[in-house]
T-cell receptor
Framework: TQLLEQSPQFLSIQEGENLTVYCNSS?????LQWYRQEPGEGPVLLVT?????EVKKLKRLTFQFGDARKDSSLHITAAQPGDTGLYLC??????????FGQGTELSVKP | EAGVAQSPRYKIIEKRQSVAFWCNPI?????LYWYQQILGQGPKLLIQ????????DSQLPKDRFSAERLKGVDSTLKIQPAKLEDSAVYLC?????????????FGPGTRLTVT
């Protein structure tokens, strides 16, 4: 069974701080996706990383895929209250199926 | 372009009752997914359709859950009878194709509470 472990599960920080969320597995994935989900809404795709070692940046968010394509990280620089939400990582297996981590609930206080 | 539509948005039922959820995917999307998201967890795939055929229903509790996509467009997910542990958000998603590499677009979900 393929599993993705996300850490931390909860994170409460002040505006302007930096943070990193980790997503780890013992399985290799074809790609790794990061989603953000707000209350009462479905997950929205932020980024997809495909190549081992790949780094992608989306404004203040930096995403990295591990060299072995088993783990990933999301780093947010100078967090803002608008970054508050549930961050989910999801690995895509060979069959195209998404395996989701349990999520990281981020709260950024002004 | 309209997104994935789901209804109802909220539903409260008693255990042993039945409930049905409806999903209308993005126009032209061949693949439709139903996920269950229990509070504090990530979404778990229940069933995947490619047009009107089932691709993967390995995690669907078939003794109580059923789903159909008769005309290859909209879909319904039914639970009968419901149990307390079925309380969750049920998310519908669609993609152009299910072969992999295609973005899945999620609807807002239906929040089910079983009392």
């Amino acid at each position: 069974t393929q599993l993705l472990e996300q850490s931390p599960q909860f994170l409460s920080i002040q505006e302007g701080e930096n943070l990193t969320v980790y997503c780890n597995s013992s399985s290799v994935f074809s790609s790794l996706q990061w989603y953000r989900q707000e209350p009462g809404e479905g997950p929205v795709l932020l980024v997809t990383v495909v190549t081992g070692g790949e780094v992608k940046k989306l404004k203040r968010l930096t995403f990295q895929f591990g060299d072995a394509r088993k783990d990933s990280s999301l780093h947010i620089t100078a967090a803002q209250p608008g970054d508050t939400g549930l961050y989910l990582c999801a690995g895509e297996n060979q069959g195209g199926k998404l395996i989701f981590g349990q999520g990281t609930e981020l709260s950024v206080k002004p | 372009e309209a997104g994935v539509a789901q209804s109802p948005r909220y539903k409260i039922i008693e255990k042993r009752q039945s409930v049905a959820f409806w999903c209308n995917p993005i126009s032209g999307h061949a693949t439709l997914y139903w996920y269950q998201q229990i509070l504090g967890q990530g979404p778990k795939l229940l069933i995947q359709f490619q047009n009107n055929g089932v691709v993967d229903d390995s995690q669907l509790p078939k003794d109580r859950f059923s789903a159909e996509r008769l005309k290859g467009v909209d879909s319904t997910l039914k639970i009968q009878p419901a149990k307390l542990e079925d309380s969750a958000v049920y998310l519908c998603a669609s993609s152009l194709d299910g072969a992999g590499g295609y973005e899945q677009y999620f609807g807002p979900g239906t929040r089910l509470t079983v009392t």
